[in-house]
């Protein structure tokens, strides 16, 4: 997923949003080696940002993701949020404007009840 979002959409800059757990910080840990090792992407071309469980106000950090998003670069983000607060973080999303053709999303860790929670 992540080479196609380099090789074939061109993103040069990641968010890396997750859940403040093992399995989140364990991804983006590999994420980030791979992108820098990898792809030569710059330290400054990651952003990585960790929310606690249920976490449901997105507005600054969905803001600081836009801005980042501004800043020059395609950016996408990977998504490691964990359970009900995808639903929030999605809807924040729409709220601020941001759609996939702005700044793409793939998530690795959004269920399918969360998803039924989505307004699509």
Not at 15 to 21: C, E, K, M, P
Not at 54 to 64: F, K, T, Y
Not at 75 to 98: M, R, W
Request: zero cysteines; proline letters at 4%.
């Amino acid at each position: 997923a992540v080479e196609y979002l380099i090789n074939e959409v061109g993103i040069e800059r990641f968010a890396l949003v997750g859940t403040d757990y093992v399995y989140p910080r364990t991804t983006n840990r590999i994420l980030e080696a791979f992108l820098k090792d990898e792809h030569g992407i710059a330290d400054e071309d990651i952003m990585i940002n960790y929310t606690p469980f249920g976490h449901s106000d997105w507005q600054n950090i969905v803001a600081e993701i836009r801005r980042f998003g501004e800043e020059g670069k395609p950016t996408a983000v990977i998504s490691t949020i964990n359970g009900d607060a995808n639903v929030p973080f999605y809807t924040e999303l729409s709220n601020q404007g941001i759609d996939a053709a702005d700044i793409p999303v793939i998530a690795f860790s959004v269920g399918e009840q969360e998803l039924t929670g989505i307004d699509t």
